[in-house]
Every structure is written in structure tokens, then in C-alpha cells.
């Protein structure tokens, strides 16, 4: 039976149960058994992953409690159970990718990046967790490995690509979960299963040895139930990889920022293409959040309409160059949905896809105008909270559209010109949750962090009991 003390303070904040680790109060390995323990019986409901990699979660915590015993100082992270989309490389198993293909690749021989710096932080990896094929999804559905669900309601969606790290999060399976996010992958989990995620600046974080989608928009980054956790995992991801050269040559980084409140963060909404479309609800997750932060402008950013256009283009052409080998060798064994909308980018005309990247430094620089009056521009992650799983549409702005390609209407724009974003949620009168975009200017994780920080403070950003 786990420990009730483990078990009280695993249900807690990621750095309260470190610091119970780290003073001896607990051990990691009965951390570890609670978390095993309540994958074991939730997951077979929640399907948020897809490998459980109990022995070697195991054998971390019993050298963690070793060197403890011994007098060494464990880390900041000492003990806490993190799990990753299973693009990551683990060392020991193949990098899915949600594919059926990868899956008959070799086994990892190495960790990526951003597992071993959790690992050197001391947090325990329990496995590798579902998401939806080759991260061309925001729903969290996977043919191959059956849908994540949201600990909400298992009847509506997790949100993808990243849907077994919200799903796994949000129902407090593991208290950290690694992601990824290409045109909205960590912000439309966290939105859906209400729980906080961090999509950095493009380039901030090590994507080496993680499976790619679309190089020039992809981000790797991190998902907690608390604002503190977040941070203090962005911490321990951070610095340079010469594994990664999409890294090289960017601005130091800044240090753990300090969450206070709101005094000298300049924040505006983001009026416009961010203020169609949506739902009362994500509209009303945005007031509530600029009136604590003390937002009283709206802005805008010029043709969003377009660069999400652009942003579609340059997604299926490189996502389609990616996969043109294993589209020839073994199409059957896509997903349908994923292989025809991949076999749309291969035909895309070349003229297209320069015109989307030409615009791409235009909306880029527009956006850098309106950061050097603020600090914060806050809108909608997603128009809808989670939509019922396998649900094909639903009604924005009066008109019936398609749910895969549009759960990403706010999302997909700020990928675009790899802004960093905190995913915050605000629990409303709905019983499902649903989240604002926290967004900063290139490089400035830390003011998007502290703007997340103060709204949880004031009780606005709030993590929900997952209902299992």
C-alpha cells in the first residue's frame, strides 16, 4: 500500500514534494510507488501512456535515496515523477512519435536533451505518453494507440498534439510532463485539461534527439499544475546543447524568474482576429485575467488572418518533405487523416510556400512593434473547451467549421514568429475547463511567467481537481 505521507504530498506541489525528498521526510522510491499506484489505476481510463517504465523509475529513486543516505545534496527536482510525449527519446525504447511506423525502429540509445536535464535535476522519468501522430493533431486522438482523455470528462477530448502530457497532468498522474508544440500543441492540452504549460521562445530549449514535425516551428517545452513548478522546471531545462544548432548564437538566458506581482508589467489584450470566433467562455477567461492584471487596452497585430494562412502552408510543406519516404514506403500505415493532409503539403507550389515565409518576417517585425510598449498581450488558447471526442465540428461565429483544423485559431499565429507563451487556465461557471495565452516578447519567458504567477495569486489561473 503507498505511503499516505508520500501519497498526501504527491497530490501537492512538484518542489513541496522535492523538498520532503531532499530532507529525508520521504523517500523518492515511495514517491515513485504512489505515482506507479495511481497510473495503475487511472490510466487504463485516461490512456495517457504508452510505455510505463517502472524499473528504471525504481532504480532512479533508490540511487536518489542512496546518495541521500550517503550526504549528498540531491537536486532541485529530487524525486519528482515526470513523464514525456513520446517523441522524446528514452533511452531503452523506440521514439513512437504516436506513429505505427517508428514503433518497429531500434530502441533509443540515449535520453533527449531535456529528459537528462530533468534527470540531473532529480525527477524521476516514469514513460513515454500518447499524442497524436507525428504531432499533426490537436484533438489528442491516435488511431494507433487508442485517444487520450481528459480528466475532466473522459467523454471530451485531452487536446493535442501533446494529449497524454495534459491528460496526464491534469488527471495527476505524474506532477511534470514534458511536450512539444508546432502550432499549439502544449497550449491546447493545458487549455482543455486545465492545467499550466510553456511553449518558450523558439530556439530556448534543446530539441535534440526528439522526433520533429515542422523544424522552423517546433518548440519543446514543459506542463505543471502550479505556476512555481513550471518555472522551476523551465529552470532546469534551460542552457546551451551543442546538439541542437537551432540553439546557437541566442541571448543568454534570464535566471529563474522572480514571481511577484503585478507592479511594472505593462499588459494589453489582443483585440481583433483574438476576439472572434470564440465562445462566452474564452472570452470571459480573458476579462477575468486583464482585470487582474490590470489590462485596460485592447491591441491588435495586423493580418493574423494571414499569417495563420501562411502558418498552414509552411506546416504541410515541411511537414510532407519530413515524411516522403515513409508516405512511398508504407502509406497504409497512417492514419488517414494525417497521410492525405501530409500528401496536400508534397504538391504545395514552391512560389506558395516563399510568399509564406517572406510574410513570416513582416508579421514577426509588427509584432515586435507592439512589444516595445507591453510587456504581456493576453488572448484566448483556445475558442471552445474541450469538444466531445470524436466530434467533427462545432459552431464559431455562427458558422459550422471543422474541429481538427480550427481548435488552433489563436494558437497557430504566435508559433508562427515563435513567441514565448504561458498557457494559464481560469476555471469558469462551465464544468470544463479552459485557458488564456500569456504572451511575451522573444526571450522574455520570465514576464509571461510572472504575469501566470500573478493571476495565480489572485486566484484567477487555476489548476481544477481532475474529476477521477
Not at 55 to 81: F, I, K, M, T, Y
Not at 205 to 216: D, T
Not at 270 to 298: C, D, I, N
Not at 363 to 388: C, G, K, N, S, Y
Request: charged share 20%.
Amino acid at each position: 500500500m503507498p505511503d499516505p505521507v508520500a501519497a498526501e504530498l504527491f497530490a501537492g506541489p512538484a518542489l513541496a514534494l522535492a523538498r520532503a525528498v531532499r530532507e529525508g521526510r520521504i523517500s523518492a522510491r515511495a514517491v515513485v510507488e504512489v505515482a506507479l499506484a495511481r497510473i495503475a489505476a487511472i490510466d487504463p481510463v485516461l490512456n495517457a501512456f504508452t510505455d510505463v517504465t517502472a524499473a528504471r523509475a525504481r532504480a532512479q529513486a533508490d540511487a536518489l535515496d542512496a546518495a541521500r543516505a550517503a550526504g549528498a545534496e540531491l537536486g532541485p527536482l529530487a524525486g519528482v515523477p515526470f513523464a514525456v510525449k513520446n517523441l522524446f527519446d528514452l533511452e531503452g525504447l523506440p521514439t513512437r512519435a504516436g506513429s505505427r511506423i517508428n514503433r518497429d525502429h531500434a530502441p533509443a540509445t540515449r535520453d533527449a536533451t531535456l529528459v537528462e536535464r530533468l534527470t540531473a535535476a532529480g525527477a524521476v522519468c516514469l514513460g513515454g505518453l500518447n499524442m497524436g501522430e507525428y504531432a499533426y493533431d490537436f484533438t489528442g486522438e491516435n488511431l494507433h494507440d487508442g485517444n487520450s482523455r481528459n480528466p475532466h470528462d473522459i467523454n471530451h477530448m485531452s487536446g493535442g498534439s501533446s494529449g497524454g502530457s495534459g491528460s496526464a497532468v491534469g488527471g495527476k498522474l505524474v506532477p511534470l510532463a514534458l511536450g512539444s508544440d508546432t502550432n499549439g500543441s502544449i497550449r491546447v492540452p493545458s487549455s482543455f485539461c486545465g492545467i499550466f504549460g510553456l511553449k518558450p521562445t523558439y530556439g530556448r530549449l534543446s530539441r535534440a534527439r526528439s522526433f520533429p514535425f515542422v523544424a522552423s516551428f517546433d518548440h519543446l517545452g514543459p506542463f505543471a499544475r502550479n505556476v512555481g513548478d513550471l518555472a522551476a522546471v523551465y529552470d532546469a531545462l534551460m542552457g546551451p546543447d551543442p546538439d541542437d544548432p537551432a540553439m546557437t548564437g541566442r541571448p543568454a538566458e534570464p535566471t529563474l524568474p522572480q514571481l511577484g506581482d503585478a507592479d511594472g508589467l505593462r499588459v494589453a489584450v489582443l483585440g481583433g482576429w483574438f476576439a472572434r470566433s470564440g465562445t462566452p467562455q474564452a472570452y470571459e477567461a480573458v476579462a477575468r485575467a486583464a482585470k487582474a492584471l490590470g489590462a485596460t487596452r485592447t491591441v491588435e497585430l495586423p493580418e493574423v488572418e494571414r499569417a495563420r494562412a501562411a502558418a498552414f502552408i509552411i506546416t504541410m510543406a515541411e511537414g510532407a518533405s519530413l515524411h516522403l519516404d515513409r508516405l512511398r514506403d508504407r502509406p497504409g500505415d497512417f492514419d488517414p487523416a494525417v497521410r492525405e493532409r501530409l500528401l496536400a503539403g508534397a504538391v504545395l507550389p514552391a512560389a506558395w510556400i516563399a510568399r509564406a515565409q517572406k510574410f513570416r518576417r513582416w508579421f514577426h517585425d509588427r509584432a515586435l512593434e507592439l512589444f516595445q510598449e507591453w510587456d504581456v498581450l493576453i488572448a484566448p488558447a483556445t475558442p471552445v473547451p474541450a469538444p466531445r471526442s470524436g466530434q467533427a465540428t462545432f459552431v464559431l461565429d455562427g458558422k459550422e467549421m471543422l474541429v481538427r483544423p480550427n481548435i488552433g485559431i489563436y494558437t497557430q499565429p504566435i508559433s508562427f514568429i515563435g513567441l514565448p507563451v504561458v498557457a494559464a487556465p481560469i476555471p469558469g461557471g462551465e464544468p470544463l475547463p479552459i485557458a488564456v495565452q500569456l504572451i511575451a516578447a522573444p526571450w522574455r519567458e520570465d514576464a509571461a511567467l510572472k504575469a501566470a504567477r500573478v493571476l495565480e495569486a489572485a486566484g484567477v489561473a487555476v489548476a481544477p481537481e481532475p474529476s477521477l
